[in-house]
């Protein structure tokens, strides 16, 4: 099947894929459950790449590899070359390698720990060869299949990151898969960084001490002072308070506390006033002498993307209002931030519909996958028929 001259032609080709794509549901699942199933903790992810590279190399994918940062990639040759498409998903999980890691499978869901976040867009990414040769696809361009390392936490999309600065082959355009929700659809990255601030007091040997309030008291006034920065509505910025972490027992003060906080924003240079606001905090803090404060960035994005009528964007909202998808516009804080960095055109779509992500039952719901995974299939056709080319 060559690529579709205009984007009406391939409206009308992605509503006829969902049906094909069911044919396929004993091998998607499949690698889903096996996805889910090997515990991938950032920088310990290396049983996760290694299936994904048996994948590559069984769907007969060329120049398959690993690089420093241990992400893999796989070639699928177009008929020209002369472009080459990024598809990636990370794949990383927030679990540690203790939990269990058993998927539940019933009739309409699978359920466990990392399904939704990215079990289930690793397993996309693994599968595309598959599907791309049943749904009858030949690109002319290149697809680049990558699954990348270390991008939840401290990984800091350290792995996307290696990728873009030592690729040698130039990327045009690039999609980012997730495993939800559906109608997701991210093109420009926020502004974001993510601190955690720690806290130490003295430790107190007499209950009656007046002074004896401990770390969760000093860090309660940390807290009240950063809630008074005011932050514009618009562009939207917001200070998100994510855990506190302190104590051990009913009748000791701690004499440690941890916060760990994200700021983010759409506007140019106000994380970073923000920033410099919460370094004041923690400064007057050790100033005042109750206690001692530490500030540590772990993370962080800026700005930047693509717009709203860009061809890419334009493409991919007919692509899913053909299949019946509304699109949630949101901007990410994702590995989409990676690729906006360089300038490459970019966007983030979900698989499926699912529910209690990061929590130890994480659900997704097998039906909508079908949808899922037509509308990525429509975009990287109408990227590679040069639909999205500004």
Not at 12 to 21: A, D, N, T
Not at 73 to 87: A, F, H, M, S
Not at 194 to 212: G, H, K, Q, S
Request: aromatic share 4%.
């Amino acid at each position: 099947m060559s690529p579709s001259p205009d984007i009406e032609t391939l409206q009308g080709e992605v509503r006829g894929f969902r049906e094909r794509l069911i044919e396929l549901r004993e091998i998607l699942l499949a690698n889903v459950i096996m996805c889910g199933e090997v515990p991938s903790p950032a920088f310990h992810e290396q049983a996760l790449i290694n299936f994904l590279r048996d994948r590559f190399t069984e769907s007969s994918l060329q120049n398959i590899s690993t690089d420093e940062a241990q992400n893999v990639t796989g070639i699928l040759p177009g008929t020209e070359g002369k472009r080459n498409i990024l598809v990636s998903a990370h794949v990383d999980k927030i679990w540690d390698k203790s939990i269990d890691h058993s998927v539940t499978v019933a009739e309409d869901r699978l359920t466990g720990p990392g399904v939704a976040d990215n079990s289930l867009g690793v397993a996309t990414v693994a599968s595309l060869p598959l599907i791309l040769n049943r749904l009858g696809i030949e690109l002319k361009s290149n697809l680049i299949l990558l699954g990348s390392t270390r991008s939840m936490g401290r990984g800091d999309l350290g792995g996307l990151r290696f990728f873009v600065e030592n690729t040698k082959a130039p990327i045009h355009t690039a999609v980012c898969v997730e495993g939800i929700q559906l109608g997701r659809l991210s093109y420009s990255s926020l502004g974001m960084i993510r601190l955690e601030i720690r806290l130490f007091t003295p430790e107190r040997m007499d209950w009656a001490d007046a002074d004896t309030t401990g770390a969760i008291v000093e860090l309660h006034g940390v807290i009240d002072r950063i809630l008074r920065i005011r932050t514009p509505q618009q562009p939207e910025t917001s200070i998100i308070l994510g855990s506190i972490i302190a104590g051990n027992a009913f009748n000791t003060p701690p004499t440690q506390a941890t916060l760990r906080l994200e700021v983010r924003s759409l506007q140019p240079g106000m994380v970073a006033e923000i920033l410099q606001q919460i370094e004041e905090i923690v400064a007057e803090v050790n100033a005042e002498n109750r206690a001692r404060a530490e500030i540590r960035v772990i993370a962080r994005r800026r700005p930047g993307g693509i717009a709203f009528n860009h061809p890419l964007v334009r493409a991919a909202r007919s692509i899913m209002g053909a299949l019946d998808i509304k699109a949630k516009v949101a901007p990410s804080t994702g590995e989409l931030s990676a690729l906006a960095d360089k300038g490459i055109p970019c966007l983030t779509l979900g698989v499926t519909k699912g529910e209690k992500k990061h929590e130890i039952d994480e659900t997704v719901f097998v039906e909508p996958i079908f949808k899922g995974i037509a509308q990525i299939i429509g975009v990287i056709q109408a990227i590679d028929g040069g639909l999205c080319d500004e």
